[in-house]
Every structure is written in C-alpha cells, then in structure tokens.
C-alpha cells in the first residue's frame, strides 16, 4: 500500500514539476505547482511527517499559490507568452545541464551509500501515529527558539520590504523605457555619451 | 542500498531520487523560462525537492532536526515569494513586461 501511494504522488509530483516548465499560460503553471506541493503533502505524510504536511498545504498550497495567481491576474499576463526560441542553444544546453546534475546527484548520494551519519542527534521521532506534532513543537521551542524568533524577525523584514517595494511612489509614469517618476542626475546623459 | 527499509520497501533512497529529479527539473525550467513569475515557481519546486530530502533524511536517521529545518525553509519561502513577487510588481510598472530578456540594464 505505502509502495503505490508513493508510486502514484511520485508520477503526480514529476507531473506537475513538468507542467510547470513546459506550460506557456502562467495560470496553467500555477495549476501545475499546486498539484507538486499536494502531492509531496502526501508524501510528507507518508514520512511521519504530518505537521509539515499541514503546513504544507496552508502555507505554500494555499497562501503562496494563491499570491502567484493574484500577481498574475493583477499584472494580467495570463495569456500565452510568444514562443521565442532566440536562443534554442540555451534551452539544450539547460537539458544537457539538467541530465548532467542529476547524474552528479545520483553518484555523489550513491558513493555515500545514501542514508549515514548519526542516528537521533536532536531527538527521535515519536510513534507514527502521532504525527510529531509534539515532538516537533518540543524541539522547535527549545533547541531552536533562537532561530524561531529571529523568523519573525525576517518575516517583519519581508513584509516591510515588499510594501515598499510594491508601493506606488508619486503619480504613474506612462512611459515604458523613461521612467520621468525617477529624477535622473545631471549630466547622466552627457556621460552616456561621451562613453559611447 | 540501507539497511533501514520502509513497508513495502520503499526506502528512503526512493524518496532521495524523486528530490534530486523534482529539483533538476526546477533548475532545468529556471534556466529555459524567460517569464519571471514561472522561474519563481521553479524556485519553489527546487525548495519542495530540498524539503523532501530533508524529511526523508528525518525519517531515516530518526532524527526530529530535519522536519523542523521544513518548517524555517517554509517560512524563508514565504517571505522570499512576498519580496519576489513585489519586485516583479515594481519592474512590470516600470518595463510593462516581465520577460527576464527585458531587464537587462543595470540602471533604470
């Protein structure tokens, strides 16, 4: 039973992982990632795993996924983007790349014998119908309290950041490749010049 | 091969080859993608390959650090998604596109 539900969310997960790089309708791809991050949730369940599979789900399935689409509607790119093949050399040198780096993995991970190292450092696991929600709680809140607040430190950090960043700043400008919002230097384009 | 075999046999070496493929097809996108917001969502499948790991390693070396590692890469994940998104916002207010060819000056 375990061997076909992780047959079956392995086909899913490569599914999705494919859809998503190959999909030309960012919202297609969107779709695609969320059937990835569901099913490696299952995987995670899997693996004793059950309160990141949670997270998994509330946090990426639903809060990121659901930001991917709200920035596309918004920017409304959701349309086909142009198959512009400029450079068809990169796309095969990428794959050529891919195929290379996951033989890298492959071999490097093998010559290690894949799983090795000490067993239970920071603590076991509990029982397996127990989810280790407590367990995880009890090493979160202890061992790594100190990395536990300084998230919320960079969570402060982010959504600061990115409300600037996002924020409009004075009036619009309408023009694509000037932007007049932004008050260039003097003599920047003298500059310009005498450099070319 | 390990010796620390699941039901079934699926061993955590099973779980380690679907990472390594979930996070060569990410990067194989990252690099063919010219659409910004798909190469974020390839960042994202590269960071789910790397969570898979560290949960399988959890799980095989019965060791509570790997799922609590998830949990600060999940939080990581959701602050780099905020910030990236804002910045594709403020470059497709700038440049009306988000095609990566098009942002290719280091000034303005």
């Not at chain 1, 990632?33 to 795993?49: E, H, I, K, M, N």
């Not at chain 2, 890469?73 to 440049?95: N, Y």
């Amino acid at each position: 039973m375990a061997a076909v539900i992780f047959f079956v969310c392995a086909a899913l997960v490569l599914t999705g992982a494919f859809g998503v790089i190959l999909g030309r309708n960012p919202v297609h791809c969107a779709l695609f990632l969320l059937v990835t991050l569901v099913s490696v949730a299952v995987l995670y369940l899997q693996l004793d795993a059950a309160l990141v599979a949670a997270i998994q789900i509330v946090v990426y399935a639903s809060a990121i996924v659901v930001l991917f689409l709200f920035v596309i509607t918004l920017l409304g790119v959701d349309r086909h983007e142009p198959r512009d093949d400029s450079h068809p050399f990169q796309r095969v040198a990428a794959i050529v790349l891919g195929v290379l780096a996951f033989g890298g993995i492959v071999v490097l991970v093998h010559g290690n014998r894949w799983v090795s190292g000490a067993h239970s450092t920071r603590g076991a696991l509990g029982p397996a119908d127990t989810g280790n929600v407590e367990t995880l709680a009890k090493s979160l809140f202890t061992d790594f309290v100190w990395a536990f607040e300084m998230t919320a430190v960079l969570l402060v950090i982010a959504v600061v950041g990115s409300v600037v960043l996002a924020r409009r700043s004075g009036h619009r400008p309408e023009v694509t490749d000037v932007p007049e919002a932004v008050p260039t230097p003097q003599g920047s384009r003298e500059t310009e010049g005498s450099n070319a | 091969m390990t010796a620390l075999n699941y039901p079934d046999h699926i061993t955590a070496t099973y779980y380690l080859i679907l990472a390594a493929m979930l996070f060569t097809i990410g990067a194989v996108g990252l690099l063919i993608r010219k659409n910004t917001l798909v190469m974020f969502m390839c960042v994202e499948l590269m960071l789910n390959a790397a969570n898979l790991s560290f949960v399988a390693y959890a799980k095989a070396l019965n060791d509570i650090s790997g799922q609590v590692i998830v949990f600060f890469t999940l939080v990581v994940a959701a602050a780099e998604v905020a910030i990236g998104l804002a910045i594709i916002i403020a470059i497709f207010r700038r440049r009306q596109s988000v095609n990566a060819d098009d942002v290719d000056l280091l000034k303005g």
